[in-house]
């Protein structure tokens, strides 16, 4: 992968196809979360795909203590400017899809369109049962060094037990890179998740067109109580709250989405950019 040099910190990323671009910004735990989808040739094909590794994941820069949402939205707006991006579509999975909507938040210029793939919205119904039943018992295990153990109760919360062999399929090694970057994820994003806020009225603020997805597979979770509703409780939030929202279910996915149904995730998205072209702004 290349690296850009921003602040003082230094993002790993990828550049892929020509067009429009399309930048693509991972959720916790796995750095490589799209990378199935940068071999779509429904994207590829027609997009400038643009995916790199958030701080603290992989090879980009880790730094010491707190690092918030906004923090994750500024390095998004300047690995943009390195890449000379002035607007995009922007595509977001669990966590980072707050990201990105912090992103539209702070910088809506640039931001053409969002695709939120199932947003870590905690301020729903189940979440404080989801917290007590998943987020709790993980970073327990962390606290106390069992690192692998904490990825695998996490992983197992929310994309159910059957996670290990989708993932290694589409993406080898990642639950090993999981661990070694669990410190991000346990010791830096969630504390940061649990910090960020977003209201109906800044909802009300993010005019772009957004695709909510949510797969058709999500709320089936019987590991876990509470997440069997959570998926879908955020999904209709979305829908409830955002002004210019389309939903899309991802056929035959979990909360992995993409890692399970790449083609049908790269369709869903490139159908959706192109009801939206850059062209018309």
Do not use: C
Request: charged share 20%; aromatic share 8%.
């Amino acid at each position: 992968m290349n690296r850009a040099v921003l602040d003082g910190i230094e993002l790993e990323y990828e550049v892929r196809g020509a067009g429009e671009p399309v930048v693509l910004v991972h959720a916790g735990v796995l750095a490589g979360w799209f990378k199935p989808l940068m071999e779509e040739p429904a994207l590829s094909s027609r997009y400038r795909l643009v995916r790199y590794h958030r701080i603290g994941y992989a090879g980009s820069s880790r730094i010491a203590g707190p690092v918030s949402l906004g923090d994750h939205a500024r390095h998004l707006q300047a690995l943009t400017r390195h890449l000379g991006i002035e607007r995009a579509h922007f595509v977001g999975h669990s966590s980072s899809g707050n990201i990105v909507m912090q992103a539209v938040l702070d910088a809506p210029h640039l931001v053409h369109s969002l695709a939120l793939l199932e947003p870590a919205l905690l301020g729903v119904p189940s979440g404080p049962q989801v917290a007590k039943a998943v987020l709790v018992p993980a970073v327990e295990r962390y606290r106390v060094g069992d690192k692998a153990g904490a990825v695998e109760t996490f992983m197992q919360g929310v994309t159910g037990p059957a996670y290990r062999a989708a993932l290694e399929k589409a993406l080898p090694g990642a639950f090993e890179q999981a661990v070694t970057d669990a410190d991000t994820f346990f010791g830096q994003e969630l504390p940061a998740l649990r910090q960020w806020s977003f209201s109906r009225e800044d909802a009300r603020r993010i005019t772009q067109p957004v695709l909510a997805v949510l797969g058709a597979k999500s709320d089936v979770r019987p590991t876990s109580e509470g997440a069997s509703r959570i998926f879908r409780e955020r999904h209709e939030l979305l829908l409830a709250w955002l002004p210019n929202v389309e939903p899309f279910i991802l056929s035959d996915a979990t909360h992995l989405l993409h890692v399970e149904n790449p083609r049908g995730m790269a369709e869903g998205l490139a159908t959706f950019f192109a009801r939206h072209p850059l062209s018309v702004r």
